[in-house]
């Protein structure tokens, strides 16, 4: 198939890319000779993390060079919503402000709450105006295309079998159809061991038993999103009618597992990493929910910083003076907790709240917050992690619930120059041979249970006095 680039446009969003910063040798050309030369697949839903790790880069690299090319207006944003039952993605958003709470799976005939880490698959495909892919138009792909390169996941690998998600179903494929409205079609098949006859949209034929030569005839009906019935058979020949009882054209897909398949997901963005990325809260950060529409997510990072001694400076030295030493600490803080992959998410009055991918970060973040020279100011940190979920709030990401409110009383608990974290957050970096050494250096932590407003069941937390 021929490939039409506009080619005018390209130069210039690469040149616009190029100087967005500065990159290593050959990291823009490389990508634009992909963009004119790639196959379809190639420039479609491109794993930003896995596209700079098999060329030498760090994932974060790959994050940051997609980013930028979204913003020069070479890429677009694919938020792909996946189910984890059968690693369908169910639908491609254009956004954060599209997503959902909740989301339908075709193969699975159910709905599911969708959360940020696990749901929410982020990928980048070239923009049509600059090259047009036959995925563009989903609807007019092969079934080929259609199920093993769109519909499902190419981030998944099935445990235990060492092969994609995509290339086990290319292999025990059964049908591949469309079933026009009210219509029917047979299929021969040949069910050699016991297992499933599942697929899109959601089939059931459960083998088991001694196999059979007899030819049994099944007929399944399609109504309602689902075909039913949904029988049990030994394996062996089956001649199986299927029936569009609806008016809709369908695109039917049926396969064969012998094995419940588990799913292992290769490295990739998912919709937790991206909102605290620094670079995308920069750069695209005009993203947000849609009013009224909380996204959980699963497992958040949440730093509190307070100053102590602002308020007797404001009366010492006035408003005004008070106020230029209390944003340069701001400040200084922001630059730490981007230089440590985390976002500010907001700032109330003298308090930071950002939030983090991985507790590791806010740790370092934290820490460093302190010891970075405030003057008079004694920095108080608190940190927790769970889950919570995202909200607009003023047309800005922000983050709400128990965790949020549990990382904030966590930071009032810290005196000046102290970091409090609770067991959750040190259960996870005490792994980390150089966060928890950073964190001993201070002093052994104690575990102590402290009674916090507004939450039922004494919280556990280690205090660390950094000055
Ligand atoms: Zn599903």
Redesign the pocket.
């Known amino acids: 198939m021929s490939i039409t680039v506009d080619t005018t446009q390209l130069s210039e969003a690469l040149s616009q890319l190029e100087g967005a910063r500065a990159w290593p040798a050959g990291l823009i050309e490389q990508l634009g000779e992909l963009i004119r030369e790639g196959t379809d697949e190639a420039v479609f839903q491109i794993n930003p993390v896995s596209y700079a790790t098999t060329r030498g880069h760090t994932p974060e690299l790959g994050i940051e060079l997609f980013l930028h090319a979204a913003r020069a207006g070479l890429m677009q944003i694919d938020w792909s919503l996946r189910?984890c039952?059968?690693g369908?993605l169910v639908a491609n958003r254009g956004g954060l402000a599209q997503l959902d709470r909740d989301f339908y799976?075709d193969?699975?005939a159910r709905s599911s709450a969708a959360n940020l880490d696990e749901n929410v698959e982020i990928a980048f495909t070239v923009v049509p105006s600059i090259r047009a892919l036959r995925f563009h138009a989903p609807d007019s792909l092969s079934h080929e295309d259609y199920f093993f390169r769109f519909r499902f996941s190419r981030d998944i690998v099935i445990r235990g079998l060492d092969k994609t998600l995509t290339s086990f179903l290319r292999e025990q494929v059964l049908v591949l159809t469309w079933l026009e409205p009210n219509s029917e079609q047979v299929f021969e098949l040949d069910i050699p061991e016991e297992g499933w006859v599942v697929g899109h949209p959601r089939t059931m034929i459960t083998t088991f038993g001694a196999p059979t030569t007899e030819v049994r005839e099944l007929t399944l009906d399609y109504r309602d999103r689902a075909f039913e019935p949904r029988p049990e058979l030994a394996p062996g020949p089956v001649r199986l009618t299927l029936r569009n009882s609806t008016q809709a054209r369908v695109r039917v897909l049926k396969y064969f597992t012998p094995i419940v398949t588990y799913f292992d997901y290769l490295p990739h963005l998912n919709g937790r990493r991206l909102l605290n990325n620094p670079e995308f809260r920069r750069c695209l950060g005009t993203e947000v929910v849609r009013p009224g529409t909380g996204i959980p997510v699963k497992d958040c990072t949440l730093l509190f910083t307070d100053l102590r001694g602002s308020t007797a400076m404001y009366d010492l030295i006035g408003d005004n003076a008070a106020f230029e030493l209390v944003t340069e600490s701001f400040e200084s803080m922001a630059q730490i907790v981007t230089r440590c992959g985390g976002v500010v998410v907001k700032t109330m009055g003298d308090a930071i709240m950002a939030s983090f991918n991985h507790p590791a970060d806010g740790v370092r973040a934290g820490l460093q917050i302190i010891l970075n020279d405030h003057g008079e100011l004694q920095p108080k940190v608190g940190l927790h992690r769970g889950s919570c979920i995202v909200v607009n709030q003023n047309d800005m990401v922000d983050y709400f619930g128990q965790t949020v409110n549990i990382a904030a009383r966590v930071q009032n608990e810290a005196a000046g120059n102290e970091l409090c974290l609770t067991e959750a957050i040190w259960e996870d970096v005490r792994e980390d041979q150089a966060v928890a050494a950073s964190l001993t250096e201070f002093g052994e932590l104690h575990r102590e249970l402290r009674a916090l407003k507004g939450v039922t069941e004494a919280v556990p937390l280690y205090r660390v006095r950094v000055r």
Do not use: I, L, Q, V
């Open positions: 189910c039952g059968c369908e799976c193969s699975c």
